[in-house]
């Protein structure tokens, strides 16, 4: 069993920049990847960032450039460097590590990210 959880979420001005942290406990040797995942309200659920065990890392468009994921293993820690914020970025964060089946997907608690003037 594996437990996620985030924080770092807040209100930030547009322009403005937060980093998010993913802490793993529990079994971390089942985790191959983290993904950080956003729900916008109204919108759907999207993928913004991953990064796998071997350092591989992707982003979104519309967060390439801006994003930063990483990685610190010796604290079974996953950040997500957020800058240059905008109001569209505004969403409820989640931290993701994948499963062989999708239902056993472990997630966190979420976190709140507000972009706004």
């Known amino acids: 069993q594996v437990q996620l959880v985030e924080s770092g979420g807040g209100l930030v001005q547009p322009g403005g920049s937060l980093r998010l942290s993913c802490v793993a406990s529990g079994n971390v040797n089942a985790i191959y990847a983290t993904g950080w995942y956003r729900q916008a309200p109204g919108k759907q659920r999207e993928l913004v960032a991953a990064?796998?065990?071997?350092?591989?890392?992707n982003y979104a468009g519309s967060v390439k450039g801006r994003f930063t994921i990483s990685r610190d293993n010796s604290k079974n820690t996953v950040y997500l460097q957020m800058n240059n914020l905008r109001p569209e970025d505004t969403a409820v964060y989640y931290c993701n590590a994948p499963q062989p089946d999708p239902s056993g997907d472990y997630w966190g608690q979420g976190t709140q990210v507000t972009v706004s003037s």
């Open positions: 990064i796998t065990n071997v350092g591989s890392t």
